[in-house]
């Protein structure tokens, strides 16, 4: 619970090969519910988003991303 010092958020799509990385809120994670579990265990940081340069094409996408998370994850 209160061990947790940093969130760094990726998301992933499960297919035929595995799992294949992605931006966050483009897979199938369910960043709500890890929204809510950090909030149950009293974690009240910031929450950082790994945007691998081969996940991306251009600085919207970027952004799109940071409005996506910021509402899955009630910031």
Do not use: W
Not at 30 to 57: K, Q, T
Request: aromatic share 10%.
């Amino acid at each position: 619970g209160g061990r947790v010092s940093n969130v760094h958020l990726c998301d992933y799509t499960r297919g035929e090969e595995g799992l294949t990385l992605s931006m966050p809120g483009r897979g199938s994670f369910d960043f709500a519910r890890l929204s809510r579990e950090l909030r149950a265990v009293g974690y009240a940081g910031d929450a950082m988003i790994e945007p691998y340069s081969d996940l991306y094409g251009d600085v919207q996408e970027l952004g799109d991303c940071l409005k996506a998370m910021r509402e899955l994850m009630e910031y």
